[in-house]
């Protein structure tokens, strides 16, 4: 059964440091086979002062995950029951 992983689909991280975790595609990476998911593979950036962020500070962010290490939500329920 084939499936394609578009913006907004829900998903199950099936491998990795994240397995089990769910949540939403944010973007799809086509040229490197990698997708964003919401809350999933979080790590923090240090940002510069600038004049956009006057504060700089710490931020976190989504890291990309290759496809293969992800299922659609529905597909996997199915397989569960």
């Known amino acids: 059964m ?4 578009k913006k907004n689909d829900e998903v199950v991280v ?9 949540g939403k595609v944010l973007e799809v990476l086509r040229d490197s086979c990698r997708i964003v998911i919401e809350g999933v ?8 002062k600038d004049r ?3 504060e700089g500070g710490i931020v976190e962010r989504e890291r990309s995950i ?3 290490n992800v299922m659609n939500a529905a597909v996997f329920d199915k397989k569960r029951n």
């Open 41 to 48: 593979g979080l790590h923090k950036k240090y940002i510069k």
């Open 14 to 22: 099936i491998s990795g440091a994240n397995k089990g975790s769910r």
């Open 66 to 68: 290759h496809y293969s």
């Open 2 to 5: 084939k499936y394609k992983i």
């Open 52 to 54: 956009n962020h006057p």
